[in-house]
């Protein structure tokens, strides 16, 4: 079943889109049709988007700060019979009753030039200057340092940790194992091992490979064709070998997007961070740890 979705938003929809697409996914028959509608801010853009709305009926889901705008949206939606979600209401609302207080509706608040904003840019320049084992001497000031043998997810990781704000950086466990070893004397940064399903591993090469045109990857300490199994396999023994040796905590990525990757990072980082969640940590389940965490 196909399904129009309109998502409305006068700033840069992120938080309408992810709303969306969270729920929409949990409908497995329905293919969604996005129409995105950003920066509306005037009646004028409202009433285009509404005539679309019209002629392709659907769900709408939006964040609009205006209540003018917001009730002439709600109102022509009405009068279309179309469904109508105010997705941050039920937050505000919650928020309201415990703080007592309506709040000020502000259009891209969330996207201000604060600390948070300059940390994050901060948090991106680091990931891209320490990737794939650049600046290996100079990692005491990351957050995580990620490990693990190639296209495990090591660099998008990273950088979807530093949108959040993690100084993240990733070391490849390619050829040189007794430098890897150094890593053990960093204070600072807590560092996490990657490992993944060989099989997986080896289609993914192999995808690699041919988008690059090659038949064969390097060959380097274990030899041998990048894709072939038995050297993956090889490259995860010593991963793990090598994770277990220093004790850090193991995640195992077969099944995981770099989003779930990454907040299962983030978790771990918080919990070392923050004593009151590494008690709180060292009583509740984590799913898909394993080996010693922080």
Not at 136 to 160: H, I
Not at 197 to 203: C, I, M, S, Y
Request: with cysteine.
């Amino acid at each position: 079943m196909r399904l129009h979705v309109h998502l409305i938003s006068d700033s840069t929809g992120e938080t309408v889109t992810t709303v969306a697409r969270a729920a929409v996914s949990q409908f497995e028959d329905v293919v969604p049709v996005e129409h995105v509608w950003f920066f509306i801010r005037t009646r004028q853009q409202l009433e285009k988007v509404l005539a679309i709305v019209e002629v392709l009926p659907g769900l709408v889901i939006f964040t609009l700060a205006s209540p003018e705008l917001r009730h002439i949206l709600q109102e022509r939606c009405l009068a279309l019979s179309a469904p109508c979600v105010p997705v941050l209401d039920s937050v505000m609302a919650a928020l309201a009753g415990m703080l007592g207080s309506a709040g000020r509706p502000q259009i891209g608040r969330q996207h201000a030039l604060d600390e948070g904003y300059f940390t994050r840019i901060a948090a991106i320049d680091y990931a891209m200057r320490h990737d794939d084992g650049l600046a290996f001497d100079n990692l005491e000031d990351a957050d995580v340092v990620l490990v693990g043998v190639s296209r495990t997810s090591k660099t998008p990781t990273c950088v979807y940790l530093a949108h959040r704000g993690i100084k993240a950086a990733n070391v490849p466990i390619v050829t040189d194992i007794s430098q890897l070893d150094d890593l053990a004397k960093l204070q600072r940064p807590l560092i996490v091992g990657l490992t993944i399903n060989p099989e997986q591993l080896a289609h993914i090469r192999r995808t690699r490979q041919r988008m690059l045109g090659l038949e064969q990857g390097d060959s380097n300490l274990f030899g041998g064709d990048y894709a072939d199994l038995e050297r993956i396999r090889g490259e995860l023994v010593l991963a793990r070998r090598l994770f277990a040796r220093h004790k850090w905590p193991e995640l195992d990525v077969t099944k995981r997007s770099v989003e779930e990757t990454a907040a299962a990072i983030y978790q771990m980082v918080q919990a070392r961070q923050q004593p009151e969640l590494k008690a709180l940590a060292a009583v509740l389940p984590r799913p898909g740890w394993s080996g010693n965490g922080p």
